[in-house]
């Protein structure tokens, strides 16, 4: 029996030249029509309203679609922001990014890392030693994208991230992209808090680490934002990297376990924490 074919349906919604959100789907051919439509209304259910939705759909005819599993999820319970950035900075050293990566990315994070101080239109790819930047364009950054959960993952990960109190779609999103980028070739580790100033939670995300959720990684009403995808130095394929991202269609289609912890170390027991941070 062949599989069939899946589309992925992308959708972005812009008003006066800004882009306001996106969302994307992969889904079969029953189901385009439907998810189109989908897409359209949530544009339009959100703050501003757009003056432009764009929808497109490619088929992914011929492409081999890459099955895997979600991160497991700790959505870490703390009181303030300092809580919430000392613990983040000690997962990303327990996942192996150096100190100088980790205050360059937190410092471009809060600034705006485009040249232009703005926020950027993607992620950065940080050198995971030495905390250079290694994207081909620091305005624009990389976009994850050709991701989606299958219906039964969708399913079983409402259920979950409802059980512990996570309710808002960001969550389910961020956590499938994390996943992604997680199983990518080369990249150790991200670090992402939103740009949206009514949103301040972020988290750090790994293999080794799972997906940790910090309710509190910027000051509410900011606008400063972004995502840092920390890479292997040593041997790191930029361009394979990018492909995969950008263009390779990825199904998460099993979920890990989700829990809320207030103790680090009992995230990170087997992993050696520098505390100075
Ligand atoms: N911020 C600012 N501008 C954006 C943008 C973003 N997040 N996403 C798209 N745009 C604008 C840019 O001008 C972009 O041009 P560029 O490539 O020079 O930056 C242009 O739209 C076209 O973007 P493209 O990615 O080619 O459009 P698309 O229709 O194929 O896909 C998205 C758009 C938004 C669906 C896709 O890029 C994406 O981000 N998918 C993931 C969505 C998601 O689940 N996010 C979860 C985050 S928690
Ligand atoms: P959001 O989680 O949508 O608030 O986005 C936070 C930041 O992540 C944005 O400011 C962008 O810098 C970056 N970003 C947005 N979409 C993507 C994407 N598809 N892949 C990687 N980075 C993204």
């Not at 959100?46 to 929808?55: E, N, T």
């Not at 990389?142 to 039964?152: A, C």
């Not at 499938?176 to 995300?205: N, Q, R, T």
């Not at 934002?225 to 269609?249: H, T």
Request: proline share 3%.
């Amino acid at each position: 029996m062949t599989s069939p074919t899946f589309y992925s349906i992308r959708m972005r919604a812009s008003a006066g030249g800004r882009h306001l959100s996106g969302a994307e789907r992969l889904v079969t051919a029953d189901r385009v029509a439907r998810t189109a439509q989908e897409l359209i209304e949530r544009a339009r259910g959100r703050g501003i309203d757009p003056d432009q939705v764009q929808v497109t759909v490619d088929s992914l005819r011929g492409l081999l679609i890459k099955n895997i599993q979600a991160l497991d999820l700790t959505a870490f319970t703390a009181l303030d922001m300092t809580q919430c950035r000392s613990a983040s900075r000690q997962v990303l050293q327990a996942a192996g990014i150096s100190l100088v990566a980790i205050e360059n990315a937190f410092m471009l994070l809060d600034r705006g890392p485009a040249p232009s101080g703005n926020t950027m239109r993607g992620a950065m790819i940080m050198h995971a030693e030495t905390g250079e930047r290694l994207e081909p364009d620091q305005e624009r950054g990389v976009r994850v994208s050709r991701f989606d959960w299958s219906s039964e993952a969708y399913a079983a990960i409402d259920r979950e991230l409802t059980r512990i109190g996570l309710m808002h779609f960001r969550t389910r999103e961020a956590l499938s992209l994390a996943s992604k980028v997680a199983h990518s070739p080369g990249v150790i580790a991200e670090l992402c808090w939103s740009d949206d100033s009514d949103y301040s939670a972020g988290y750090v995300s790994s293999l080794s680490t799972g997906y940790v959720r910090f309710p509190f990684m910027k000051q509410s009403g900011r606008t400063s934002g972004g995502r840092a995808f920390f890479v292997k130095g040593k041997g790191f394929d930029r361009d394979a990297l990018l492909s995969y991202l950008q263009k390779e269609p990825v199904i998460v289609s099993g979920i890990g376990s989700c829990r809320q912890n207030a103790d680090l170390s009992v995230l990170l027991h087997n992993k050696t924490i520098n505390r100075h941070v």
